[in-house]
């Protein structure tokens, strides 16, 4: 392929342990993309909606993975997952974002073909003031299959927290959104660990939907657009199930005040368009922080065709023909995270 001054973006071989760069490009974030991002995914978080201005956490999200893609995964056939990620400052309309990258782990897979990247990502606003910070680890291809790499026989592999602890979450300032507001009845007080929120609605991915959603984050990874280099089938930007699964996670969990904490995340099994999505989520945790909120730790699951709620045996881990325990087929998000929720009457 003639290359020219076009750039084919970076493969393994060409990160390097250690290294730090600056992602492009930066980026205002206004009332437009909260109106895009409701219009997509049908989002009715009533604190990301109101005059105050704040920016949804999960469009923080987005803008940053966008500023990292012509970097890190503009070669990459699948994100992998996320840790350790805390959304540190809110973010307001008219804030600008960048975010830097640092390479912090590598290993080929044993195919030749690919190898995995785990980068750290840092999202700053205009004042410097960290917005968001996460591992990432991502596959990548390789430019020469015929050559191994030294991180074939000495992958370097990042030890990552298992979560976030309740005492690193952040305490977002600001009014906190009522009940009337919301619409919901629970509050912090009434949500238990061990029990089970299926959210009912359910939503068709199409090619115009997550394809627009993608281009608005301006992560232009050829593996979502490109149906000659997918066989007709351009896989959906992972982040188009969190951003819908999460949306409707608002049914049962109205009174939410915003994902501050990702323990881990993990985009489990693909999703193309005619892909009809759902959603339960899993209280892992309650713990009572001081002042008007408490942290809930939350396991949000998206599952594919097929509603969990119709289905009381289903389980989002299952053990393959040969006996080893899999991801069900059917679950394309399993995510961890810390979701502040009001106390009643705070």
């Not at 999200?61 to 070669?75: A, C, E, M």
């Not at 600008?96 to 590598?106: A, Q």
């Not at 006996?323 to 502040?340: A, F, H, K, Q, S």
Request: glycine share 10%.
């Amino acid at each position: 392929m003639k290359q020219g001054k076009g750039s084919l973006g970076n493969f393994f071989e060409d990160f390097e342990l250690g290294r730090e760069l600056v992602c492009a490009t930066p980026r205002v974030v206004t009332s437009a993309e909260t109106a895009m991002h409701i219009a997509t995914t049908n989002d009715r978080s009533p604190r990301f909606c109101n005059a105050e201005g704040r920016v949804h956490p999960i469009i923080v999200f987005h803008v940053v993975i966008g500023q990292t893609v012509r970097l890190v995964s503009l070669n990459s056939p699948a994100n992998l997952g996320y840790a350790g990620m805390v959304w540190k400052t809110p973010v307001f309309h008219g804030d600008e974002i960048s975010t830097r990258i640092r390479v912090v782990g590598l290993k080929e897979n044993s195919n030749g073909k690919t190898g995995i990247a785990y980068v750290e990502t840092t999202g700053r606003n205009q004042r410097g003031e960290i917005v968001l910070q996460y591992t990432r680890w991502v596959m990548v291809r390789k430019r020469d299959v015929e050559t191994s790499t030294r991180y074939l026989e000495e992958p370097v592999v990042p030890e990552l927290p298992d979560q976030v602890q309740a005492s690193e979450l952040p305490a977002w300032e600001g009014a906190l959104t009522t009940a009337e507001q919301t619409g919901g009845r629970f509050f912090f007080e009434d949500y238990e660990a061990g029990e089970r929120i299926y959210h009912f609605d359910g939503m068709t991915v199409n090619h115009a939907d997550h394809m627009s959603y993608t281009r608005l984050w301006q992560n232009t990874a050829k593996v979502h657009f490109d149906h000659l280099l997918t066989d007709g089938r351009p896989l959906v930007y992972g982040g188009f199930p969190l951003s819908t699964c999460y949306a409707m996670a608002f049914n049962g969990l109205e009174n939410r005040s915003g994902i501050v904490a990702m323990n881990s995340g993990a985009h489990a099994n693909p999703t193309y368009a005619g892909t009809t999505l759902y959603a339960y989520s899993d209280v892992l945790e309650t713990h009572d922080l001081p002042g008007e909120v408490g942290a809930l730790r939350l396991r949000l699951v998206g599952v594919k065709d097929g509603n969990p709620a119709d289905e009381p045996d289903f389980e989002r881990r299952v053990n393959d023909d040969k006996g080893r325990e899999r991801y069900n087929p059917r679950v394309v998000l399993d995510l961890d995270y810390w979701e502040l929720m009001p106390k009643r009457g705070g």
